[in-house]
């Protein structure tokens, strides 16, 4: 049985046990459902329920349908989208329930998705080396160059995101920059993610300046910012990235699960 909410703030009424079982998934959920006033085809959220299993989905656009519970409901849950014409577009969930919809979605549908990334979700709760100087909070005058940077991140990602430069403006003061002679030469930035967590997001470095230990000093520096303020530091990394992957393990943090972003072959 599939059931379909007028809203989010009647999805979140009916799930929020459900939810808060993993607060880290949670946060795409709840943020989504603030956004859905009054569903649609294109703003949805819905439950699949079997027994005593439950597979949620949430999807407000622009943003890629987000997907929490059991992989065996995938065929149903993913039916019912397909068979009411709601927008299904790219999709975010856990490995077993993205391979378990996207084999359904080709046998039925005849419809190719795909992991286009893998993603290891990863959380720090302990100081491992000191913060570096130099990392600075950007001011209104750095808008236009973090723009640019953000541009080049999203295209080396391989994401389908896009610049919003009014959103960027809003959150200047939760980026942290390296500068060389004037230059912003790395960058991150924290998002406020559960009530005692933070993720970094959007960490870049100029490809002519990789190599040199930049991105960490960055992120370490804004690691302890996050737990100096008494929260949990986390991130997405692309499994893809062993560099990465290399580097944030060694300053401490450790993978809690593993999720991927689904796209329809074009």
């Given at each position: 049985?599939?059931?379909?909410?007028?809203?989010?703030?009647?999805?979140?009424?009916?799930?929020?046990?459900?939810?808060?079982?993993?607060?880290?998934?949670a946060?795409?959920?709840?943020?989504?459902?603030?956004?859905?006033r009054?569903?649609?085809?294109?703003?949805?959220?819905?439950?699949?329920?079997?027994?005593?299993?439950?597979?949620?989905?949430?999807?407000?656009?622009?943003?890629?349908?987000?997907?929490?519970?059991?992989?065996?409901?995938?065929?149903?849950?993913?039916?019912?989208?397909?068979?009411?014409?709601?927008?299904?577009?790219?999709?975010l969930?856990?490995?077993?329930?993205?391979?378990?919809?996207?084999?359904?979605?080709?046998?039925?549908?005849?419809?190719?998705?795909?992991?286009?990334?893998?993603?290891?979700?990863?959380?720090?709760?302990?100081?491992?080396?000191?913060?570096?100087?130099?990392?600075?909070?950007?001011?209104?005058?750095?808008?236009?160059?973090?723009?640019?940077?953000?541009?080049?991140?999203?295209?080396?990602?391989?994401?389908?995101?896009?610049?919003?430069?009014?959103?960027?403006?809003?959150?200047?003061g939760?980026?942290?920059?390296?500068?060389?002679?004037?230059l912003?030469?790395?960058?991150?930035?924290?998002?406020?993610?559960?009530?005692?967590?933070?993720?970094?997001?959007?960490?870049?470095?100029r490809?002519?300046?990789?190599?040199?230990?930049?991105?960490?000093?960055?992120?370490?520096?804004?690691?302890?910012?996050?737990?100096?303020?008494?929260?949990?530091?986390?991130?997405?990394?692309?499994?893809?990235?062993?560099?990465?992957?290399?580097?944030?393990?060694?300053?401490?943090?450790?993978?809690?699960?593993?999720?991927?972003?689904?796209?329809?072959?074009?």
């Open positions: 049985m599939v059931k379909e909410y007028a809203s989010g703030e009647a999805f979140l009424e009916e799930n929020r046990p459900l939810l808060d079982t993993d607060k880290y998934r946060v795409f959920f709840y943020a989504d459902a603030e956004l859905i009054t569903a649609d085809r294109e703003n949805y959220a819905l439950r699949a329920e079997d027994g005593e299993k439950t597979l949620l989905a949430i999807r407000a656009e622009p943003f890629a349908t987000v997907l929490f519970g059991s992989p065996e409901l995938a065929p149903e849950l993913f039916g019912y989208i397909m068979d009411r014409g709601l927008k299904l577009g790219t999709y969930c856990g490995e077993d329930v993205g391979d378990a919809a996207a084999a359904f979605l080709a046998e039925k549908y005849g419809l190719k998705y795909s992991e286009g990334l893998a993603m290891d979700f990863m959380e720090a709760s302990e100081v491992t080396e000191p913060s570096s100087e130099g990392i600075e909070v950007p001011t209104g005058s750095d808008l236009d160059e973090i723009c640019a940077l953000l541009e080049r991140f999203i295209a080396d990602c391989g994401l389908l995101d896009t610049v919003d430069r009014a959103g960027v403006e809003k959150t200047l939760r980026f942290r920059v390296l500068r060389r002679d004037g912003i030469v790395s960058m991150a930035k924290s998002v406020p993610s559960t009530g005692n967590s933070a993720r970094i997001s959007d960490v870049y470095t490809p002519e300046f990789r190599g040199q230990g930049l991105a960490r000093r960055v992120v370490n520096t804004l690691k302890n910012e996050i737990l100096a303020a008494g929260n949990k530091a986390t991130l997405n990394v692309d499994k893809a990235n062993p560099y990465s992957n290399r580097l944030y393990a060694s300053l401490g943090f450790k993978k809690l699960f593993s999720q991927g972003e689904y796209r329809k072959a074009l």
